[in-house]
């Protein structure tokens, strides 16, 4: 069953789709990335997914998507999505009479994973898909991808490209220390390389699909980063390998093995260090941090196993 209304979240009015398939099924609460690209309108293909397994809530943060027009003017701050998604979860849980499995996606892993390590008791479990942890060392990793793809290509320009920018940096490829025409050549290596990819447009081309779609939600994509500039910049220097690393709730990270967005060999590492009951690292082989799209079955397959056993 679908059903999709508003709830008032901290005095602010947030845009819901919920798909209820029985109560005594696991719940899923979903916390979408960007910031400001809700993904609650690709709710009916990822239930459709898991239909007869478990229940799923998907909601639109402040600035994105159709709580985009009910969110105060200015700029979203990091701290009000926290504080949002902790109100969620307790009505989520009110609703359900149960706790949630918590799975945070991109950008909406920062706030949903500090959140089951600060709250164990109010989570059945975490799923970071495409999990973020390291930022400020991002450009680093996607580089010396770069770079050891230029060798198996035994492309030399390439190579040259890539150690003339390592110098220029001092080995950090920190933008600000590279000239605009430097960051340009760079980009044209991502793409090259097929290091970093657009998720607007996988999102734009399956949002219009669900039957709850219409041109303003066009209009609220192209808008909602724009407000959400500030959770993009308070993105950049998260590094969760200097935060506590201590979880109370089973753990998984899933994603693929060419996802540089969100580096999966960041995530490896960091499920190594943590403590908690159950940690679960799946990776998808020849997928990139579209996984969830790029080969569903085993996506699915692997989430749900970890929901099963850790019910």
Avoid at 159 to 174: C, L, N, Q
Avoid at 195 to 215: A, C, Q, V, W
Wanted: aromatic share 12%; hydrophobic share 35%.
């Amino acid at each position: 069953m679908e059903r999709a209304e508003y709830i008032e979240i901290n005095g602010v009015k947030h845009f819901f789709i919920e798909y209820e398939t029985d109560g005594d099924k696991p719940v899923i609460l979903y916390v979408h990335g960007g910031p400001g690209m809700a993904e609650s309108l690709i709710g009916w293909e990822i239930a459709g997914r898991t239909e007869k397994t478990c229940n799923w809530v998907f909601y639109d943060q402040r600035g994105a998507g159709r709580t985009y027009y009910n969110s105060p003017d200015g700029l979203v701050e990091y701290e009000e999505i926290y504080n949002d998604l902790e109100e969620i979860v307790k009505s989520v849980i009110e609703r359900y009479n149960k706790k949630p499995f918590i799975m945070g996606h991109n950008w909406g892993t920062i706030p949903a994973i500090r959140f089951v390590r600060n709250n164990p008791g109010l989570a059945a479990g975490y799923i970071g898909y495409g999990q973020v942890v390291d930022m400020r060392n991002i450009l680093k990793i996607r580089c010396a991808r770069v770079r050891e793809l230029s060798e198996k290509s035994g492309s030399r320009h390439d190579i040259k490209v890539i150690d003339k920018m390592s110098a220029a940096t001092e080995g950090t490829f920190s933008r600000d220390l590279l000239t605009q025409k430097q960051i340009t050549r760079l980009n044209v290596l991502f793409s090259k390389y097929n290091i970093t990819s657009g998720l607007d447009k996988e999102l734009m081309r399956k949002i219009p699909s669900s039957h709850l779609y219409d041109l303003s939600d066009l209009r609220i994509m192209m808008n909602g980063p724009k407000i959400s500039y500030k959770l993009n910049e308070y993105m950049k220097n998260i590094n969760l390998f200097e935060e506590p690393m201590e979880y109370g709730v089973p753990m998984m990270f899933i994603t693929g093995d060419w996802d540089y967005q969100t580096p999966y060999k960041s995530a490896e590492k960091y499920m190594e260090e943590i403590t908690a009951p159950v940690k679960n690292n799946c990776i998808i082989k020849d997928t990139s941090f579209n996984a969830m799209f790029e080969n569903a079955d085993e996506f699915w397959e692997k989430i749900m196993a970890f929901i099963e056993e850790n019910i």
